[in-house]
């Protein structure tokens, strides 16, 4: 599953300089000499202004990914949802992220510095973004530069990008979704797979564990990815990661299904404990059937 972007940030703070100043002993014109007077400064603190043009809400209204500029949505999403930037005093920040068809929010608390050239930098332990601002706007990029830059603009209040639910889901009993799942059928582009995915079997291609905190682990080919899930009608869940989010139901014979609602539907039943399977003993590189099937944007060629 593809993503394009996330944001990190950590902290510090400038230290100000201490000013003293003191008057030296003199004589008045009649010869007497004046008792010497010292006059100690309060200790003060040069306020560092560097980071103020970048606090405030910033949402992004455009974005250059691969040498194409978006202006009105990106993957079919409006491009708010792309990041929502809040930078605080205290050198804190959160970004929100929305790429999923119900618009849900991935929340993520940071912290920041300015950098010697005057741009903001995120920072986490996992990646980093440098913010600039230019005419008013702010420019953000991978640490990396990998040439991809979203444009953000200040803003009052945040758009907010989420479909509404049905009222009254908080009282509803979900605890037949909770455990751990295996896949036996999975389908993408029209294709059923029931044996296996590639050079893997079905059930251990596609895992699943739901939890009552509301948070879930799928694994792909041995991949853990986290996700947030949260009810959505009564007999069905939402679950969303950064870049992805799936619709989730219980059938009449006790099967999950996970939809993307796009390309993909895994079909899993309930186990006990996962099956033990030996990742490492099948080839690292994964068939292109298979890849196809986890990653279909990226096997496309590109347009002119």
């Not at 930078?87 to 929100?96: C, F, I, K, Q, S």
């Not at 332990?125 to 005419?135: A, M, T």
């Not at 509301?214 to 041995?222: A, L, P």
Request: glycine share 6%; hydrophobic share 30%.
């Amino acid at each position: 599953m593809k993503k394009l972007i996330c944001f990190c940030l950590t902290a510090a703070m400038f230290s100000g300089c201490l000013i003293g100043c003191s008057s030296k002993s003199k004589k008045n014109n009649s010869g007497k000499t004046e008792p010497e007077t010292t006059s100690t400064a309060e200790e003060t603190t040069s306020p560092d202004n560097s980071g103020k043009p970048f606090l405030g809400k910033w949402e992004s209204y455009k974005a250059l990914v691969m040498g194409e500029m978006y202006e009105t949505s990106y993957a079919g999403y409006p491009l708010s949802a792309v990041a929502q930037l809040e930078v605080r005093e205290d050198n804190t920040a959160t970004v929100n992220i929305a790429l999923n068809p119900r618009g849900k929010t991935r929340v993520y608390n940071y912290t920041w510095d300015i950098t010697e050239d005057q741009e903001l930098h995120l920072k986490s332990p996992n990646d980093g973004y440098y913010c600039r601002i230019e005419q008013g706007q702010m420019i953000m990029k991978y640490a990396d530069d990998d040439g991809t830059e979203i444009y953000l603009m200040l803003v009052n209040e945040f758009t907010n990008n989420e479909t509404p639910t049905e009222a009254g889901l908080d009282k509803v009993d979900y605890s037949g979704f909770m455990g751990k799942w295996e896949a036996f059928e999975v389908s993408s582009d029209g294709e059923i797979y029931t044996d296996k995915l590639g050079e893997y079997p079905i059930n251990v291609a596609f895992r699943l564990e739901m939890f009552d905190d509301k948070s879930s682990v799928m694994s792909i080919i041995g991949d853990p990815q986290t996700y947030e899930w949260a009810p959505e009608k009564k007999d069905q869940l939402y679950m969303w990661g950064d870049y992805e989010g799936f619709s989730i139901k219980l059938d009449d014979d006790g099967c999950l299904i996970v939809d993307d609602e796009s390309n993909l539907r895994v079909k899993l039943k309930k186990v006990k404990d996962f099956t033990e399977y030996d990742f490492s003993a099948v080839s690292e590189q994964i068939p292109d059937e298979e890849d196809i099937i986890l990653n279909p944007e990226e096997n496309e060629e590109p347009t002119e």
